[in-house]
């Protein structure tokens, strides 16, 4: 399908959901304490960041110190979750000793949603950093030990044999075949992760901690500030969204190769 | 003497309904810069056997030997070429080639470019050397299958139907080029095929195998002049021993699927 340029396919269907809730809300559809119009967000919006107009009152001009806050809390958080989630992963792909001892337990505790762990992590790390740290490192430390898991399942065995005719040694054989064959599914995991990451940071932040965008979101909240709750929400959905981003181009660049040997899908 | 040597070789796999013998008694000397050929009907341990020769795999019982040494494991002595050509999809064709090249276990004096160099040209994939494996046609891909296996310079080349896949074109020309290879390097050559033809036109001798459990039935010399062409296919001593060998390969499919 191809009735617009690309460009315009992607703008369509934002632009579209924007001028109807601006619509709701101009008629009078929804009153506007309960859902501020579009413009009254982006106005909002601009002096949260700026602190330019004063339009956010108490919150003006704190969005970098809180939006600096919430990404530190979900890149730490998410570097030490899916650094040992991918190394577990690792280690329990390549050997079946490994997943007989470490899997059943695995299984269970990410079976144990990561938001029931807020009241422990409290107890344990009291407010502050810690805890938003340890529940998303936990929250991303699952998919990514699962989707390794399966990657390295999942390499071709010719290529393993391969390799090893050639010569490989063991390192040789997990640097230079089973680790790119997985990247694939590795990539996924952090991907998921990365969805996971931000999900996370909101939680810990609503419950354990004073600052970042999830503690705004939750304080404008309590003070009726609708136009901040979504002007914070969508701050969440902006970053979220980068960060996926940022994931998905370090994905295509290594993986480069695999667009040629999957579907990829159709223009 | 022997180069590869096979005795008694036995193999046994566990499945769901007992034990199920896929080589029996196997004995088999092949010669230095021998070329053979294994042939036999599907599900008769020709690839059973390949693998215990590439140390994929470990024997029942028996002895095998390379000059004299029980094969333990894989090793780049001894190169394989698989059905599916075992290429690296994230590397490209000239970065495959140099595979083996760039392991610790290499032992070449020249450097891997120009090793890779070499082969390149010698499969006329020089225009393709930065294509990606997805990139290539079957033939292709096999082609830079067989260079890699010889950039690493094996004195074994052992050879699972790796023409298997193609189409008859293709494979008749991937013949012809295997073969004006091993006239200039001259390696003990192990190939298995369901392809009688191919067996016939390739090989020195070619071993017949029995229905399951694999036997060796017979060992057939073929008395071909070297080099040999495609052509060579369409002369009465070919055709005859072409008849001769389906007959005995045809009598153990049959006997074979009775069985089972």
Known sequence: MGLFAPPVQYAASPVALLAVWQACVQIGFVRRHVLPAPTDVAFVWFDLI?????????????????????????????????????LAGLLIGLSRFIERVFDPTIQVVRNIPVTAWVPLSLVFFGIGNAPAVFLIGLGTFFPAAVNTTHGVRQVNATLTKAARMMGANERELLVRVILPAALPSIMTGMRLSMGIAWVLVVVAEILAVRSGLGYLLNDAYLFYRNDVVIAAMLSIGMLGFISDRIVVLVRNHLLEWNRLETFSGQN | ???????????TFASRHGKVTALADINLDIVDQEFITIVGASGCGKSTLLNLLAGFDTATSGELTVDGVPIDGPGPDRGVMFQQAALFPWLSVADNIAFGLRLRANRHKASPEIIVERMLKRTGLLASRSRRPAELSGGMRQRVAIASVLAINPSILLMDEPFGALDTLTRSIMQEFLLEIWEEERKTALFVTHDIDEAIYLADRTVVMTARPGRVREIISVDLPRPRRYDVRSEKCFIALRDYVTGIVREEAIRGAADT
């Open chain 1, 50 to 86: 700026t602190g330019a107009t004063d339009a956010a009152a108490r919150y003006s001009g704190t969005w970098f110190d809180h939006a600096a806050a919430s990404i530190w809390r979900v890149f730490a958080g998410f570097a030490w979750g899916v650094a040992l989630g991918t």
């Open chain 2, 1 to 11: 003497m022997a180069r590869i040597s096979l005795r008694h070789v036995e193999k």
